[in-house]
């Protein structure tokens, strides 16, 4: 995949964020190229989630900026980053409980659709042809997600696993130019982790999906990934490709480091 | 002086004291939000009860044990609601429980009328109403005790929060639940003490209202008033519930005696609300409140 | 045994879509509307009709309302009482004084109060819970006092003006039975629509703003635009029913009628029947309405064959019974069955649906 060739997805440019006094995030800079599968990683506390919110329109930094397809959008609420085309996952699973699997992705259409109350509330004509044809869409991600079992189980019953899986759906059913996933496989046996990678590159892949994440598990991020940042304490400490950064002083150090205090 | 100021003078006056009332219902809201994050919709119907029951038992014992009674059946009654309500619901999201409180007042209005009548009741306290000129303006000796009670009760509260061991393992399950099992506070238990001293509360405020007003349903209509004051004094500060009270009894009072008459009266009854709705659209959180983080 | 579906067998996502996927519920459906529609005017009598079929129908959509609301996009509202007012003296008086046609005044209600709940649901922006209710309390005591205080809208001291005579476009509605029927029609339709509305997109971005508003914002749902539009439409319904409960229930607008309490009681109707169920809101209103006649019924059972209750009980707690009664379901119901008469109703279904073999 292109390594810093061409125009840049996303552009962060030397981003700042502080709650009171804990300085999370100091001077941070990253570019994201279209097509890429782009890793976050870093020790407990290194501002790797506060980088993911910053990009999706959480929290907003000061100063600092951030540029998406060449425009400048570092203010912009959330439901507005998303229309954008950038969704993501949350590190705790961030489902709608007590909706079903299937209203859930559909929820994840929101902004593709366009029916108002009337066209709702009628369901007749225009309306349900909408429905239907987004239902469509979204039971091509079912397929590849491979969860067509639980279709019409409520989220909040799933087991841990599945609900992580189906969060991903929800993200991938609205067609995101950019998807940023927050640690997509805690928690997660191998067999578990192995699938979700599968679906990772898969995405990627066929549906040509740019990819953020943060992951913990160095073995995959090693394996999945076209560029790595590198975060210690709010700061950018080393960027790269797998294998320099599998070389990299500095994040050795970091890493026995945050290890060896504990 | 001149007239218009003496007679505002006045109208805060008065209006403070009732707002210590308001104080008094208002804390006994904070005391259980702060212990179990639960808003409690029926301490109002906790106060009409005790009301009620002391109104009824001390026309015929003395008044003392007739405090002692209604001290033991608001000691049953946090006993029960822990045990019927709130064990049940443990996990559940906070709105679930704010409605389950609404039932808890249901039931409570209609235990209270069902056992001892719906009649409106006097509730004579031994004290004959008196009313003194302090510089041109009339207090009542009502109002004074009520002033002195309150305070006598505030103090308390804060000295067994702060001092007692209990009062600070209380303290420790309202900041952190899951922290306070860790180190060793059984969570019902405290919830257990927290609505039983919620209770005692409702039995001061009760028997001060009571006399002032009269025992009836009304009585736990007047506690919404109590809403407000938690709006603007914040639902986690006991402070906040104090000055709350103090501020929108003279607020109130202000705009009856000063603005009622020219739109027709009765804004009494709504003021503190459209005080309250300002004071969210400004800080959300109250002027004493904590502001809540949310983590994503 | 005839009730069931051997496995998925729809074939389009449209039939798997249907609002009635067995064709024994579509079949039980129209049934259930011809007895609605024709065969309850008929048989019922006229205490009946007044004081059970229509109360039902108007509080069913009052509930239907307040469960848009709370039950789908999870706002609490402790004034829809006060809601429900401003649509009684809405339609009256644009019928009584400026001729409007029942049905567009009833609508023209809705749109009112519509703007009205819009500008208190306001503060919801900010605010959550319990915070919300208050705001929400504000309205009801706001609403009572400019309803009573404002002479043009109230027109006097007792707040009370009777609706003349019904009539829309020649047909004189004066018997029960015909004003039952022009309600059903107002009701069916709305809740026709609000199945709709809270099974597609807008039903569904409510339900996410409910269960997890920060991630519903981050997947592009506005939370402002979606709350207000909650709050918009519950009000509608709620001016709706209290325009209906005026021009065919008690025949004149009267404050009193819109108490603090009857909010309460639409929160029970919802809680009970359950909440985010548009068949719950009319199982809740059916069982608050029935509840105090059933209670009456009981009693004087339970005084003429068993035992005479005021030598066992005094008079003031069995005239008591209702609210202790209410309260205590509301408990039960949050803690044991928090989906309420409706996941009791599908509990049943599936029963049936798998009977005699269960396996």
Redesign the interface.
Known sequence: MPDGVGRPLLKVNNVYVS?GALQALLGVSLEIYPGEIFAIIGPNGAGK?TLI?VI???YHPSPGEVFFEGKERTFM???????LGI??T?QNV??????TTL?NL???R??Q?R???FA????WGW??K???AH??VV?DVIDFLEIEAIRKAPAGMLPYGLQKRVELG?ALA?EPKLLLLDEPMAGMNLEEKEDIARFILDANEERGTTICLIEHDMGVVMDISDRILVLDYGRKIAEGAPEEIRSNPEVIKAYLGAHGKK | MSETLLFALELTISGLLVGLMYSLVALGFVLIYKASGVFNFAQGDMTFLAALALASFVVKIPLWISLIVVLAIMLILAMAVERIVLKPLVARPPLVLFMATIGVAFFLQGLAQGIWGTQPRGLELGLADQTYDVAGMFISNMDILGAVVAGILLIALVWFFQKTKTGRALRAVSDDHEAALAVGIPLRKAWGITWAIAGIVAIVAGALWGSRVGVQASLALLALKALPVLIIGGIDSIPGAILGGLIIGAAENLAEGLIGPAVGGGIKNFFPYLLALIVLAVRPYGLFGREIIERV | MFYRETGVLKTTYAKDMELFPIPLDKAGFVVVMVLAFFVIPLVSSHYMLVSIFIPFLVFSLAALGLNILTGYAGQLSLGHAGFMAVGAYATVVMYNRYDVPIPVALLGSGLITAAVGSVFGLPSLRIKGFYLAVSTLAAQLIIEWVITHVKWISGGVYSTIDIRALEFMGWQIDTAAEKYQFALIFVVIMAFFAKNVVRSRIGRAWMSIRDMDVASEIIGISQFKYKMLAFAVSSFYAGVAGGLLVAFYYGSANIEEFHLLVSFQILGMVIIGGMGSVLGSFLGAGFIVLLPIFINLTISFVNHRIVDLSKVFTLDLIANVENMIFGALIIFFLAVEPFGLARLWNTIKDYLRLWPFPY
């Open positions: 709650f989630t919110n999706s329109g959480v609420p959330p439901h507005h980053v998303a229309a969704a993501r949350f961030a489902l709608f409980k007590g909706m209203d559909m929820v994840g929101h902004l659709m029916s108002g109350l709702s509330g009628v369901y309306g349900q909408e429905e239907i239902r469509k039971e929800r609205a």
